[in-house]
């Protein structure tokens, strides 16, 4: 099975984009969430810029993590499956074989 | 007068450096109270990531502002006197030609 030239039909495309999103979003509501809790007892300059630094890994990272290109999409799934950002009932409409790819990538997912 | 080469006593340089932590701190209150805000009402990702966006700008606007060199510190006071994040009060501890010297750069400064 070479999984980056596996085919996406129209509904598994639409089906995938949906969890994507709904992980992403999911994801920056924590990562918001977290930016608020800090920002409430930021007192000191070097609190604010501690914040900063705290944004820009975020950003870094979830701009790494969220890859929606079809080649790599597999691996994207598995891991926020492990990291519990989907759970396998977001990833109804894909294939039987695209879903037991991403089980079997997932065991080997490191958060 | 020469005003990178103005010598500075060590009352003046502790009057100085007081002034300079002051408005530091108060822009930098300023700017948290301000993230406070835009993050309260944040929900979208994009409005997390233009939060990212404002707090490296202000980073970036701050750092280079407040530089606490000799050689460019009536500078540094004029603009903060012209931004108001200082007043003449708290200028108080410098010589009146240092005093002077930023009076009328303040006139020079842009926000």
Redesign the interface.
């Known amino acids: 099975m070479n999984l980056p030239e596996m085919k996406w039909s129209k509904t598994e495309k639409e089906a995938a984009r949906r969890a994507f999103e709904r992980a ?2 999911k994801e ?1 509501g924590v ?2 969430a977290k ?2 809790e800090m ?2 007892t ?4 070097e ?3 501690w ?2 630094d705290v ?2 890994r975020e ?1 870094r990272q979830t701009d790494e993590k969220y890859d929606y290109r079809y080649s790599v999409l597999l691996f994207v799934f598995a891991r926020l499956l492990h990291e519990r950002w989907i759970s396998e009932i977001d990833l109804q409409g894909l294939s039987d074989d695209k879903i037991e790819a991403i089980r079997y990538l997932q065991t080997g997912s490191t958060r």
């Open positions: 992403y979003r920056c990562i918001t930016i608020r920002i409430k930021a007192s000191e300059p609190d604010l810029w914040i900063h944004l820009t950003r």
